[in-house]
């Protein structure tokens, strides 16, 4: 059983800074992808950003250039770095990762993500 467990969130004025961590217990598998999600009240869940165990990234277009994506494999865990932030981007972020193979999806339970004007 993988369980994912987010931190790093919190309360920051608009063009602050933050960075979240999900740490992987567990076997991930080498073949997955690891990614950011965030659901604002009364908005559905979206896509923020995914990290293959390859290397390669993929961004929302409302985040690129502002936030980074990454991962410590040694540690199982994926980063995401978050700069330039906008009222906008207040929400509960999740993290999750997919194991290609056999398409099980894990999902951890969040971090608020508040950004004030």
């Known amino acids: 059983q993988v369980q994912l467990v987010e931190s790093g969130g919190g309360l920051v004025q608009a063009g602050g800074s933050l960075r979240l961590s999900c740490a992987a217990s567990?076997?991930?598998?080498?073949?997955?992808?690891m990614g950011w999600y965030r659901q604002a009240p009364g908005k559905q869940r979206e896509l923020v950003a995914t990290?293959?165990?390859?290397?390669?990234?993929n961004y929302a277009d409302s985040v690129k250039g502002r936030f980074t994506i990454s991962r410590d494999n040694a540690k199982n865990t994926v980063y995401l770095q978050m700069i330039s932030l906008k009222p906008e981007d207040t929400a509960v972020y999740y993290c999750?990762?997919?194991?290609?193979?056999?398409?099980?999806?894990?999902w951890g339970q969040g971090t608020q993500v508040t950004v004030s004007s």
């Open positions: 999750n990762v997919k194991r290609l193979f056999t398409g099980t999806v894990w």
């Open positions: 567990g076997s991930i598998f080498s073949n997955n992808v």
């Open positions: 990290i293959h165990s390859g290397g390669n990234t």
